[in-house]
């Protein structure tokens, strides 16, 4: 757990009234768009609680685009996102739902990348520009953006996490933290690994080459440490 700082309460430098429904927002569609790994050509978007009842006035709606299109909370174009996602040719579809007993500034992505790729994923706004991914892809799984982190997906059989493990302290990667989530004994699974140090192209290269892993994602920390 990293040690709070003052910014923690007063939020980030950003564009908007509101940390949580303009910088976390923002944040949740960057992360989203990361998690996806391509250009966004669809996004349905699905508002819970706050988020849902007042986000359009603190400008939710354009801080979710602007961070799928890959803005930062301080990108002056914010205002100006809905334009530029139409311009790309990027389709959003807004939604109000119930997620359940989720944080009240939570939101499901459920996107289209322009060569196919698809992704679904849920997140919160916890206040102060910070935020919590909670799934991806039907897995329950919990990071920050503050890390580099490390998404696996693969079969689960024994020792498949200790050969992750294995070859990360072999390239002097040291784990800060880990969530694995799977759908059953011998099922899929799913492995969030946050690190200290980045995460390497010839790691990426030695880990798809592993058995029983089907995809590798690596994403590089959002929120500046």
Do not use: C
């Not at 939020?11 to 790994?37: C, Q, Y």
């Not at 139409?86 to 996107?111: C, I, K, Q, W, Y």
Request: charged share 20%.
């Amino acid at each position: 757990m990293k040690v709070g700082s003052v910014f923690d309460l007063l939020g980030p430098v950003m564009v908007g009234p509101s940390s949580s429904h303009t910088a976390g927002a923002v944040r949740l569609g960057l992360m989203a768009a990361k998690i996806l790994g391509a250009e966004v050509k669809q996004a349905r978007i699905q508002l819970h609680g706050s988020f849902a009842e007042t986000g359009k006035g603190h400008g939710t709606h354009l801080a979710l685009t602007a961070g799928l299109l890959g803005m930062k909370p301080d990108d002056s174009r914010i205002r100006e996102a809905s334009r530029i996602a139409l311009e790309a040719g990027m389709e959003t579809v807004f939604e109000n739902v119930n997620l359940g007993d989720v944080h009240p500034n939570s939101v499901r992505f459920l996107l289209t990348g322009w060569g196919g790729e698809k992704a679904e994923i849920n997140g919160s706004s916890l206040g102060g520009g910070k935020i919590l991914i909670t799934a991806v892809n039907d897995f329950n799984v919990e990071f920050t953006g503050e890390y580099p982190a490390l998404i696996a997906i693969y079969m689960d059989y024994p020792g498949m996490i200790a050969e992750i493990t294995k070859l990360l302290a072999g390239k002097g990667i040291n784990i800060a933290q880990m969530k694995v989530s799977r759908e059953g004994k011998g099922q899929n699974a799913l492995a969030v690994i946050e690190t200290d140090e980045p995460i390497t192209d010839i790691l990426s290269s030695e880990m798809k080459k592993m058995p029983m892993i089907e995809q590798v994602m690596f994403i590089e920390p959002i929120i500046d440490i």
